[in-house]
């Protein structure tokens, strides 16, 4: 078996186009695109601690950068950090 030439690739091509339609492939393609954008993103702010600074989401009492526990309702740094993820997930649209 040899590898396949330029022409099968042509006809690959040609089946692609008449599987996801020919306005449908640039669609692919930026959405292809995209993913590997948010990777790229994702790897670059994967090591990044979320913030614990700022109000906290259960009684918005402002909990300094360094604090073990919420000044306000005693809740733990993991927990407040957690909760903040969630609701800011929660926040972001869905892409469709
Ligand atoms: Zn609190």
Do not use: H, N
């Amino acid at each position: 078996m040899s590898l396949p030439g330029g022409a099968e690739w042509i006809i690959v091509l040609l089946i692609l186009l008449l599987l996801f339609g020919a306005k449908k492939l640039p669609q692919l393609a930026r959405s292809m695109g995209q993913a590997g954008k948010e990777f790229k993103s994702g790897l670059k702010d994967g090591y990044k601690e979320p913030p614990l600074e700022g109000p906290c989401p259960f009684c918005k009492v402002e909990v300094p950068e360094d604090s073990k526990f919420c000044p306000g309702c005693g809740k733990s740094a993991e927990d407040i950090v957690a909760e903040k993820t969630r609701v800011e997930q929660e926040a972001k649209p869905k892409s469709a």
